[in-house]
């Protein structure tokens, strides 16, 4: 079969495809024509072998091509609005990288403090199930108080009100337990209620659950991250 031939052919087989995408079939078949032509006399290449399709008594190679989206005759307002939308497209995205680069920061620095969190309440229920009188447990859990304000006191009033929020979602995490419920446990239920209406004030929900594959996916996935360096620096 003839170069010519073979190139008619694929001009009408190219005419079943959609019509943007139609040139692009035509120019690459082309092309694969003159390639097989030249090769016939060639020896047998495995390494260039193509998947093919076979229509009547011709077999085409099959070559998957990305997407084009082809404009016809477009007018300056069409252009204009086409470089407004990519310039909000970039400014989207700028301010999305530059969120999620200071997301990313706060979950480094309060993720400590959520461990510490769930550490101390796994030890706290363990002694308080060893003190049945009630006396003695609100003195201990007094003294605990006391211990955790001398030691973060300080640094937890640091924390910007963005990286207090997240502090609330990862203590949830690190527990299972939302922070107001750790607070009616450990504070009683009235100064519960008074810290979720602080929280409310800031923006914040006690009560909120932590959700990792929803709202709290690009958190979800910085955690992992860093769970995952941790555990590749212990193997170092």
């Known amino acids: 079969m003839t170069f010519i031939s073979k190139f008619i052919r694929v001009r009408y087989f190219a005419a079943a495809v959609k019509k943007r995408c139609s040139y692009l079939l035509i120019l690459a078949c082309c092309l694969l024509g003159v390639s097989l032509s030249a090769g016939a006399q060639g020896q047998y290449d495995e390494e260039h072998m193509l998947p093919a399709i076979v229509v009547g008594n011709d077999t085409f190679p099959i070559i998957y091509l990305n997407e084009v989206q082809i404009y016809e005759q477009l007018t300056a307002a069409q252009r204009r609005r086409l470089k407004r939308q990519a310039r909000r497209d970039e400014r989207r995205q700028e301010k999305y990288d530059a969120a999620y680069t200071r997301l990313r920061y706060n979950v480094y620095k309060v993720y400590p403090y959520a461990n510490v969190a769930a550490v101390l309440l796994k030890d706290v229920h363990a002694n308080l199930a060893k003190m049945p009188d009630k006396k003695d447990q609100k003195k201990y859990l007094g ?47 009235f100064n519960a209620v008074v810290w979720q209406g602080i929280a409310l004030v800031f923006n914040n929900n006690l009560k909120r659950e932590y959700e990792p594959n929803d709202r709290d996916k690009d958190i979800e996935g910085i955690v992992l991250e860093l769970e995952a360096n941790a555990r590749a620096a212990k193997r170092s």
């Open 143 to 189: 003294k605990i108080e006391k211990e955790l304000n001398k030691r973060f006191k300080g640094e937890l009033q640091e924390f910007t009100i963005s990286q207090g929020i997240v502090l609330v979602k990862l203590i949830n995490r690190q527990t299972g337990r939302s922070c107001f419920d750790i607070i009616q446990e450990v504070k009683g239920g």
